[in-house]
């Protein structure tokens, strides 16, 4: 007969919680052991003759603690079953008084095991609870859990294709389930020629061998094969996980999608191209019009030809100068347009009256070649709101293409239709015709698509970019189409019909000025820094009638014109230390040249450059070189002011 002492010994040393509760409803605490009173930290005389659910009642905080009902349901199953009731995990909150006389409670986790215990009559006496405590094993399968929430909601919010893969990368799984792999849930079949583009499968392969072999990291940018049949680019990266031997246990990767980037990438390459072939392409132009000029300068210098060689020799030289010229023009252009700085001055023009100037401008250039010009104008006025200037410019700019890329003696049409919303324009020819790809491209700025094997024709390849980004500004489209190499070109322009039939506004007659031979004699001041720009412009104006002498710098300029007395001053801008505008403003602030007629005369043409000179004082705004005619104008226009 074992001793009842000894039972109670048992039962204070075991290192399970455990305590007896009565088989009431309230389950009346009976006995509790050492082990218990010491895991909730509980006095022996506060918890024996105590419900169990008085002792550890449910955290009044918290609405969601179901912890007695679940205990009073787990003790309800033992005394109907007679058998034990096991609770995995059941949550006990502490009640916990702080030094400072405060409550609080603190949340603990235990296994518990209710066990009837019954007489020899076979009747429940009472039930052995006993616990465990597994706190930490709970909250350590909380943060586990946690984690996974947290790493997949990582995986779905990347961008990015996250992938499993076997050691010899045979299987795969991913793990966004997003479908850009071929892929179930769990690991499969991975073949390599089904993913990657054939023209990177080799570099693929190549790739992945060393990784495996030497345990390091595969990282690559190739082309991919898609789901859905179409192909991109994308920047493959997997680490290996490695067991304690070194071995690999599997790869995590990603695969980015890079194929918008690719394609920028590609965009820059191609147009770093079409610059540098541009550069080159403005080197050739530029110097062809240099050796004609050069070689007449030298003939000139040896003062052996006659009258007649004198004059073709005058007229390359201007020929040359007026081609440079509009290669530099053409040059600010573009560089304007491509920066917003045109404004535009639209009035309701009827396009007749564009179709008009842009003629008479490609005439020269048209009859030159041989060419015959059909111009059919609608019947009736085809009206637009435009800029008459830019107008012009957009089809001189498209005869001007159509008769250089047109054999000498070839045909050249333009038409125009007004349709119901809006105008269109047409430049056909039968010259040389274009590729579908020059097609493709032949707007683009730095687009330098041979279109004959002859480039004695010239050009810089900018006029089609600056005749889309002007049409653009008007609010129109352009396009060209052409059939094929030798069967021609038409090139289309679309512009927003004007309404009002009686708006049309003829444009400002341009301004001539005075008769250059009408100017009387001036004294004249030229001041610029390059000596033999002042030197021979002085002596133009000399040979014009006029009085003129020179000056190199603004502090000598400034010094001379207190005995001179200039009646017009030719300033450069550029001039160094003060320069033109600064030049300007002390002219303009001396009584004794007030009055005087300033004049720019620089190589700086853009409508800001003039904006400034103007503000500075000056008159009239040139670019270099001065036209002739255009400089006995504008001295002919002071001579009227003085």
Known sequence: MVPPSLYEAVFNTSPTGSYLLSPSPEAIILAVNDTFLKACGRRREDLVGVSLFQAFPSNPDDPNDRGEQELRDSLARALATGQCDSLPAQRYPIRVETPDGNVRYEERFWSAVSTPISDAAGHIVCIAHCTTDVTEQVRSQSALRQSEIRFRALVNAAADVVYRMSPDWQHMHELDGRGFLKTTD??????????????????????IDTAIRTRSVFELEHRVL???????????????????????????????????????????????????????????????????IKSAAQLLQLGVMDGERLRNTCQIIDRQVAHMTNLVDELLDVSRVARNLVDLDCVPLDLAQVVTDAVEQICPQVRARGQDLQVHLAAEPALVAGDKKRLVQILANLLGNAAKFTQEGGALQLRTAVRATHIRIEVIDNGVGMTADTVRHAFDLFSQSERSSDRSLGGLGLGLALVKSLVDLHGGSVSCHSAGLGLGSTFTVDLPRLAAPDATTDAAPSAGGADAGNAPGLRILV?????????????????????????????????????????????????????????????RARPDTARSALIAVTGYGQESDRALSLAAGFDDHLVKPVDIAQLGAVLAAAAQRL
Not at 186 to 206: F, Q
């Open 186 to 207: 769990s690991l499969a079949e991975y073949r390599i020629a089904d993913y990657v583009h054939p023209s990177d499968l080799g570099l693929a392969r190549a790739a």
């Open 226 to 292: 898609r789901a859905d049949g179409s192909h991109g680019w994308t920047y493959s990266r997997a680490v290996p996980l490695l067991d304690a031997d070194g071995g690999i246990i599997e790869w995590i990767g990603s695969a980015s999608d890079i194929t918008q980037r690719k394609a920028a990438e590609e965009k820059l390459q191609e147009a770093s191209r079409r610059k540098d072939d541009f550069l080159a392409m403005l080197a050739h132009e530029l110097r062809n019009p240099l050796a004609p």
């Open 527 to 587: 001041v610029d820094d390059n000596e033999d720009a002042a030197d021979i412009l002085a002596m133009l104006l000399q040979t014009m009638g006029h009085e003129a002498v020179v000056e190199y710098g603004s502090e000598q300029a400034l010094a001379r014109v207190a005995s001179y007395r200039p009646q017009v001053c030719l300033l450069d801008i550029g001039l160094p230390g003060m320069d033109g505008n600064a030049l300007a403003q002390h002219l």
